[in-house]
C-alpha cells in the first residue's frame, strides 16, 4: 500500500534560519509528488510537482527536490508569513492522492 | 473568481440528523474530490468522481452518499449522524486522470460539528 511519512511533525525557526523538511514515500508506479501548504482554516494550497528523481523546484524561498525514496522541502531564510502546515503527497497508478500528516511549521520573527 | 467553493464553512447539527455539504468548480476539471480531514490535520480521500461517475469509493460508511449532477459540482450527502463524523471536509478538482500527476485545488473546506 501506498505510504507517505512527513518528518518532522513540528518545526519551531527563527527569521532567517534555514532548514528542511522530509517526506518519505513508498509507492508503486510514481506518477507525481506533490508539496501543499495550508494555513489554519483554509484548503491545501498547491506548491510543486515532482515527477522524477533528480528534478528540483524553486519558488521565492522554498525549493523542492526528489529522490527516489523522499523528498525534501528546503526552506531558505524563512519569514514569519512561510509559518503554515506543509502537506506531502503522493500519486501513483489511479487518480487519488495519498497525503502525509504533514509539518507545522512556525517561523518566530 | 473562486476556484472551488463549497458551503456551508460551518455546520453545527445533533447526532441522527441528515445533513448535505455542496461543491462547486469553474476551474473546468473533470474530476473532483472528497477529502476528510481528522483533528490531526490527516487527510484520508472519500470519494473520486470524473465526468459525473464514482471512480474512487474508499472505505466509507454507507451513511455517506455523494451526488453529482453535472462536472462542476459534487455535493455530499450525510446520514443519521454520528459522532464520530466531526470533522473538516475538503472538496477539490482536477483533471482527469492520465493526464500524468495532476494537482487538486480545494475548497476552503466544511467544519462539521456532531453533538
Known amino acids: 500500500e501506498d505510504q507517505v511519512t512527513q518528518s518532522p511533525e513540528a518545526l519551531r525557526l527563527q527569521e532567517g534560519e534555514s532548514s528542511s523538511l522530509n517526506c518519505s514515500y513508498t509507492?508503486?508506479?510514481?506518477?507525481?509528488l506533490f508539496w501543499y501548504r495550508q494555513d489554519p482554516g483554509k484548503g491545501p494550497e498547491f506548491l510543486f510537482t515532482l515527477y522524477s528523481a533528480g528534478e528540483e523546484k524553486e519558488k521565492e524561498r522554498l525549493k523542492a527536490t526528489l529522490t527516489k525514496k523522499e523528498s525534501f522541502l528546503h526552506i531558505t531564510a524563512p519569514k514569519p508569513e512561510d509559518s503554515a502546515t506543509y502537506l506531502c503527497?503522493?500519486?501513483?497508478?489511479?487518480?487519488?492522492?495519498?497525503f502525509g500528516a504533514g509539518t507545522r511549521l512556525t517561523v518566530k520573527p | 473568481d473562486t476556484a472551488v467553493s463549497q458551503t456551508p464553512k460551518y455546520l453545527v447539527t445533533q447526532m441522527g440528523n441528515d445533513k448535505s455539504i455542496k461543491c462547486e468548480q469553474n476551474l473546468g476539471h473533470d474530476t473532483m474530490y472528497w477529502y476528510k480531514q481528522d483533528s490531526k490535520k490527516f487527510l484520508k480521500i472519500m470519494f473520486s468522481?470524473?465526468?459525473?461517475?464514482?471512480?474512487i469509493n474508499e472505505t466509507v460508511p454507507n451513511r455517506f452518499s455523494p451526488k453529482s449532477p453535472d462536472k462542476a459540482h459534487l455535493n455530499l450527502h450525510i446520514n443519521s449522524l454520528e459522532l464520530g463524523d466531526s470533522a473538516v471536509y475538503f472538496c477539490?478538482?482536477?483533471?482527469?486522470?492520465?493526464?500524468?500527476?495532476?494537482?487538486?485545488?480545494f475548497g476552503n473546506g466544511t467544519r462539521l460539528t456532531v453533538t
Open positions: 503527497a503522493v500519486q501513483a497508478g489511479g487518480n487519488d492522492m495519498r
Open positions: 477539490a478538482s482536477s483533471r482527469a486522470p492520465g493526464t500524468g500527476g495532476s494537482p487538486l485545488h
Open positions: 468522481y470524473n465526468n459525473k461517475e464514482l471512480i
Open positions: 509507492v508503486s508506479g510514481l506518477r507525481g
